[in-house]
């Protein structure tokens, strides 16, 4: 299984980018798919997950109203739209596929990261 992270870069206080994540010999559709993000000198935290079969998204507290997860099975890719974003928001985020309790956690699969930079 290989989840592949896309769409990093840098970019000022307040722009957008969009991350997608593209899964190659998975059955995409049956899981949660979602992104984690680790920042420098910081813990891994679970961002946003998108679940399998309603497709109810969930996110973490910091980023909601800015960031938007949806999928699309036919082409097996996932995308996180963010908007507003803030230096805060700068770190390496990876695919992951997710579960959703008091926290969104990791469930099994964790592909490789793309690095997201907000600076002025």
């Known amino acids: 299984v290989q989840l592949q992270a896309s769409g990093g870069g840098l970019v000022q206080p307040g722009g957008s980018l969009r991350l997608s994540c593209a899964a190659s010999d998975f059955a995409l559709s049956y899981y949660a798919i979602g992104w984690f993000r680790q920042a420098p000198g910081k813990e891994r935290e679970g961002v946003s997950c998108?679940?399998?079969?309603?497709?109810?998204?969930h996110y973490k507290d910091s980023v909601k109203g800015r960031f938007t997860i949806s999928r699309d099975n036919r082409r097996k890719t996932v995308h996180l739209q963010m908007n507003n974003l803030k230096p805060e928001d700068t770190a390496v985020y990876y695919c992951?596929?997710?579960?959703?309790?008091?926290?969104?956690?990791?469930?099994?699969?964790w592909g490789k990261g793309t690095q997201v930079t907000v600076s002025s």
């Open positions: 992951v596929t997710c579960g959703v309790g008091d926290t969104i956690y990791n469930t099994r699969y």
């Open positions: 998108i679940l399998g079969s309603a497709g109810s998204t």
